[in-house]
């Protein structure tokens, strides 16, 4: 079983920072896959990002790209999202979600982080 806490949402304002943690319980935390989603309301759940075992492999959505950066700490079992020069089109609730590296669906889900951008 894999627990997942995210972490550092909040209200700031356009062209701000925020950087979100998804701390994970479980052993073997290198053997998952970490990707963060949102979901703004009356819009479907969209990925932001994604990182493989040894951050070696990893994604950032295009409409993050060069302002979103994700990374992890497996000595902390945290995956961390960078988030700069945010818009209110960054508004959403944030999700972090764990598979593990040799299955296709993520079974593992955070209960999210509210990210609030103001104009």
């Known amino acids: 079983q894999v627990q997942l806490v995210e972490s550092g949402g909040g209200l700031v304002q356009t062209g701000g920072s925020l950087r979100l943690s998804c701390a994970a319980s479980v052993s073997r935390f290198n053997l998952y896959y970490i990707a963060w989603f949102r979901q703004a309301p009356g819009k479907e759940r969209e990925s932001v990002a994604g990182i493989g075992r040894t951050a070696h492999v990893s994604y950032v959505a295009d409409s993050a790209k060069g302002r979103f950066t994700i990374s992890r700490d497996n000595a902390k079992n945290t995956v961390y999202l960078q988030m700069n020069d945010l818009t209110p089109d960054d508004t959403a609730v944030y999700y972090c979600?764990?598979?593990?590296?040799?299955?296709?669906?993520?079974?593992?889900w955070g209960q999210g982080t509210q990210v609030t951008v103001s104009s």
């Open positions: 979600a764990a598979r593990f590296f040799s299955v296709n669906d993520y079974a593992y």
